[in-house]
């Protein structure tokens, strides 16, 4: 493979590594604490992701809870979860927060898959930006007499083999990731 391609094989696993982190958030039958980790909470006059004020577990197969490091920010903790698009209530227990979550309806287990596929898209359009932009790179490399025209095209032929291999895992961890959202 072409020593230029190469090169620049790190962005495409940081775009898979991206993409495996948001469809982390997706929930499926099991609830994850990932769910919640990245909600933005705002306290102590700035905005910080709820990961990093409290610890996060899930006791149960349904539930999760959160416990909040510093008690005086449970209020906001709290209201974080009620603005955020979970729709779900969150109890507060003394100095615990619980978020019971419902099992998933048939017909949210099919919106998730909808909102999995535009994030497998979303990974492929980085894909194919990152491609394009090599492409350039590459033919740039031939007209200014830096490669030959014989290795412009090896090499245009080893950046889409390793752009067909990195759709090939994007589909398998969408394959994966549906089959998680759509079992009961």
Known sequence: MHQFILANKNQFEKTIEFLKTDIN????????????????????GTVSELLQLAS?????????????????????IERAIQTSDLSINPVVDSDLIRLNFPPLSEERRKDLVKVLHKKLEEGRVILRGQREKIREEVMAMEKNKEIPEDEKFVALKDLDLLIKEYNDKIKEIGDKKEQEIMTI
């Open 25 to 44: 958030t997706l929930r499926t039958g099991r609830i994850s604490p990932s769910v919640v980790e990245k909600i933005k909470v705002e306290v102590y």
């Open 56 to 76: 996060i577990t899930s006791p149960e197969p349904q539930t999760i809870a959160i416990k909040p490091w510093d008690k005086s920010i449970l209020k906001d």
